[in-house]
């Protein structure tokens, strides 16, 4: 299978910011759509955002329009999420998740990703 592995994730206080990765090493990564989603305690797990390949098309859920920024780096195989003024809310572990069948839309549909990272806790302090 397609391995993912996230990174960046931590302790961060309310207000800061975070960059998280997703790294695969086949140049194939490149082709696929790419998600992050995260998942708090006792909630389910929930979209967050979204890349196309070739991140030409992009996707937000609402509670992180204007603060996260994903993006993607081709030459590292690596997609990113760039968080910036987070909230505790922010708080649970982050996965990220490639998406082989319907690359073209940053799909935010759980069930269209076909791949997942190990997760990485990011924690924001009040």
């Known amino acids: 299978q397609v391995q993912l592995v996230e990174s960046g994730g931590g302790l961060v206080q309310t207000g800061g910011s975070m960059r998280l990765s997703c790294t695969a090493s086949?140049?194939?990564?490149?082709?696929?759509?790419v998600g992050w989603f995260r998942q708090a305690p006792g909630k389910e797990r929930e979209f967050v955002a979204a890349i196309s390949w070739g991140g030409g098309s992009t996707a937000y859920a609402d509670s992180v329009k204007g603060r996260f920024t994903i993006s993607r780096d081709g030459v590292k195989n690596t997609v990113y999420l760039q968080m910036n003024s987070l909230k505790p809310e922010d708080t649970a572990v982050y996965y990220c998740?490639?998406?082989?069948?319907?690359?073209?839309?940053?799909?935010?549909?759980?069930?269209?990703?076909?791949?997942w990272g190990q997760g990485t806790q990011v924690t924001v302090s009040s």
């Open positions: 086949a140049r194939a990564f490149n082709t696929y759509g």
């Open positions: 998740a490639a998406d082989i069948s319907r690359p073209a839309i940053a799909t935010h549909v759980v069930s269209d990703y076909d791949f």
